[in-house]
């Protein structure tokens, strides 16, 4: 990872630079509707910002208490530097840690091979969410799951 800094973010007090991302990469790039970019899940959800050296934001992640990871939205600039897994392993940890037995997600489809070398697997057909086709997938936690590195 090129020298971004992984942290926990509280929704209240960084909502505008947790949702600048989100927007960016969601509702700018991929056309969601802005309406369904911000839901009643973000204050009870754990959020992770990451921070470019100069302290600006390059990308964030959720969990939900229930180990439901989402919105994962990384800025063009910071694409292909690991930033991702990053923090997709730092939500995994967590979730290990809080003694959960899973995570789980839906994937856009066009990510399913970046999840599936963090051990997530589909789960069911592929769906519609915001006009983007997904799937579930699941990731059982434990000592022996893979993990890149």
Do not use: K
């Not at 697997?121 to 893979?146: K, Q």
């Amino acid at each position: 990872m090129s020298r971004a800094r992984i942290r926990p973010a509280h929704w209240e007090r960084e909502r505008e630079a947790l949702l600048g991302i989100r927007f960016a990469v969601f509702v700018e790039e991929q056309g969601v509707p802005a309406e369904l970019e911000e839901d009643e899940q973000d204050p009870a959800a754990l959020h992770l910002l990451a921070e470019a050296p100069d302290g600006s934001a390059a990308a964030t992640a959720r969990m939900l208490p229930d180990g439901h990871i989402g919105r994962m939205a990384v800025l063009p600039a910071w694409r292909g530097r690991g930033l991702g897994g990053a923090l997709l392993r730092e939500l995994i940890d967590i979730a290990a840690g809080r003694g959960l037995q899973q995570v789980f997600l839906n994937a856009q489809c066009t990510a399913e091979g970046f999840y599936r070398r963090f051990g997530f697997e589909p789960r069911g057909g592929v769906f519609d969410d915001a006009g983007i086709p997904h799937r579930r997938m699941v990731r059982a936690l434990g000592p022996t799951r893979p993990d890149p590195g």
